[in-house]
């Protein structure tokens, strides 16, 4: 832990300045340690500072409280990321009102390619549950390396952690409180298994409580740092729907699944989607859709495995030499109709096809057996 880095924490721990106010010193004098050097009848002359704030930025005990969680940050081998710095989240960055400082313990990439958010209620129901875990399982099989942000909440949050790692996703948890304790504590051992996977993320420093304003504080860093946030089920009014305006706020895309009219487990979502605060998905293909995102689905390993085995006839084996038999030459797009497969795996599927002598490519993508 350098001297620099002291300072930087200790910006966050002045009383009165917040994430907008301590970057605007930041604007104004450059670096984390100039704040501390300046002298108070100056910094009183900073807009929005003051008299009251220069006192409390000249306090001793803001370095010293500094130093204290340096050791603590140390001992327990957690990262700090400063706003200024190369490696802080480029999309949290944009965000007006992000942390200038937050602290993290965990090994995965905060800067991912593909990174989502998903909330809802903390009193999820059976068909919350499903969501959530139906989504997670078809976006894993198709973005291997797809980041899922929560809240390590009761409910949807938590559902969408263990689903991830189910399905081998990295997974961050954003906390409202300090990395010396997990609340609640009956997901502590979901905690201790996304460290392998993913992390735990707070701007709060150690002894800090999980006090109720926290959570809606740490909603701006659940929905900062996505690409997108997903709310799964929510009532009229809740902690998700904060998230999802303030992720409309940053001009982030929010989506949600439908509910019955009338289900009061679902009448938030419902709004969302009626006041078009959020779209409307039912799948991951929606959602995949719906962000533009260029993936291809994976082929299906069942057609590799039934080409080259020497046990059967080899019209049974394989199912587009089955068709062929019974025509003499094929375009691609008939056989793909045929087969009921998307042209680019089945270009695949020929190709192998060919190089083992199996069949015969002609001019204008028509195939033939040998």
Not at 91 to 115: H, Q, S
Not at 212 to 225: D, S, T
Not at 239 to 252: K, M, W
Request: charged share 20%.
């Amino acid at each position: 832990m350098t001297e620099k880095q002291i300072y930087q924490i200790g910006l966050t721990m002045i009383n009165g300045v917040g994430d907008i106010l301590a970057r605007h010193l930041l604007q104004t004098l450059g670096e984390a340690e100039a704040v501390f050097a300046e002298k108070q009848q100056l910094l009183e002359r900073i807009p929005g500072i003051g008299s009251v704030l220069a006192a409390e930025i000249k306090r001793p005990e803001v370095l010293q409280r500094a130093e204290k969680e340096a050791v603590f940050i140390e001992k327990n081998h957690i990262s700090c990321y400063f706003l200024a710095d190369a490696n802080y989240p480029a999309r949290l960055r944009e965000c007006p009102d992000a942390p200038v400082l937050f602290y993290f313990k965990g090994n995965t990439n905060l800067d991912a390619t593909r990174i989502i958010s998903i909330v809802g209620t903390r009193n999820a129901t059976e068909y919350g549950r499903e969501l959530t875990e139906s989504l997670l399982k078809d976006l894993s099989q198709i973005i291997p390396d797809l980041l899922i942000v929560s809240g390590l909440a009761y409910g949807i949050d938590i559902c969408a952690h263990r689903s991830a790692l189910r399905n081998q996703l990295p997974t961050v948890g954003v906390l409202a409180h300090g990395l010396d304790r997990i609340y609640p504590s009956s997901h502590r051992s979901t905690a201790v298994e996304m460290l392998e996977c993913g992390g735990l993320l707070t701007d709060f420093p150690s002894g800090t409580e999980p006090d109720r304003p926290n959570f809606l504080r740490r909603n701006r860093i659940v929905a900062g740092m996505s690409d997108c946030t997903i709310v799964v089920e929510s009532a009229e009014k809740g902690g998700s729907l904060v998230t999802a305006d303030i992720a409309f706020s940053y001009g982030r895309d929010v989506y949600s699944f439908p509910g019955r009219v009338g289900d009061s487990h679902s009448k938030g979502c419902n709004n969302l989607i009626r006041q078009n605060k959020a779209g409307l998905i039912t799948s991951a293909a929606d959602l995949i859709s719906a962000l533009c995102w260029d993936v291809q689905e994976p082929v299906t390993p069942v057609q590799t495995e039934l080409f080259f085995s020497d046990q059967e006839p080899l019209a049974e084996q394989n199912p587009i030499l089955k068709i062929m038999q019974k025509e003499k030459e094929m375009h691609i797009n008939q056989l793909a109709l045929a087969l009921d497969m998307p042209v680019y795996q089945l270009t695949t599927l020929l190709f192998e096809l060919e190089i083992n002598g199996k069949i015969k490519t002609l001019p204008g993508n028509i195939y033939k057996l040998p």
